[in-house]
């Protein structure tokens, strides 16, 4: 179609109370022009709106499909969770179990001091020290200093290893004069507890 072609003298003097009567141009340039502005008012007032709700959901839908597999995971693994934990409350109480009581400290420190002793070792310091609080237990430290050999040095620590309750060694220090071996070292024993007391 060729606008030179186009007669515009039929645009004028139109009755708008009566389209019917319009030449075709311009019933065909009239519906055009409100095909345009009803779909650009459903955009507008419509469309937009909707894929902006369409974007957020289909982010919400991300996010609910991450959450889905966490949990599924979970859910799947449900049984080996449950088992393990009963295997950690069944460790966990062995080892309390291990943890000396307020009447049993003494009898660890004789037993410790006895390690020393049957090793050959001779005791230049054994101090137990202030107790020290934390969440569930109570450490408790143990000065000692000790002279013999290296092979009964060996011997003692293994022996404090093998007691039947949970003693730590902690910062060995074996110095020599002239013959004789020094060890200085802290062992810590830890005591369960009961009820924050």
């Not at 606008?3 to 065909?28: C, H, R």
């Not at 974007?55 to 991300?62: L, P, R």
């Not at 060995?172 to 200085?184: A, E, P, W, Y």
């Amino acid at each position: 179609m060729n606008l030179k072609n186009i007669d515009f003298e039929q645009f004028k003097g139109l009755d708008p109370n009566d389209p019917g009567s319009w030449p075709i141009l311009v019933k065909a340039v009239a519906v055009i022009v409100a095909c345009i502005v009803v779909l650009f008012a459903g955009y507008w007032f419509d469309t937009q709106h909707q894929l902006t709700d369409l974007a957020k959901a289909e982010k919400k839908e991300g996010e609910l499909k991450d959450t889905f597999k966490v949990k599924e995971l979970k859910a799947i693994n449900l049984d080996a969770y449950k088992k393990q934990m009963k295997e950690m409350e069944q460790s966990f109480g062995a080892m309390l179990r291990q943890l000396p009581s307020k009447t049993e400290v003494a009898e660890l420190l004789v037993d410790i001091s006895q390690a020393g002793l049957a090793n050959g070792l001779e005791f230049e310091l054994f101090k137990p020290l202030a107790e020290k609080p934390a969440e569930f237990y109570a450490e408790l430290p143990i000065d000692v200093k000790v002279t013999g050999t290296y092979h009964d040095f060996g011997n003692f620590v293994s022996d404090v290893a093998a007691l039947p309750r949970i003693v730590t060694l902690h910062d060995i220090t074996i110095t020599t004069k002239g013959d004789v071996l020094s060890m200085s070292t802290t062992a810590k024993t830890y005591r369960y507890l009961e009820d924050g007391k």
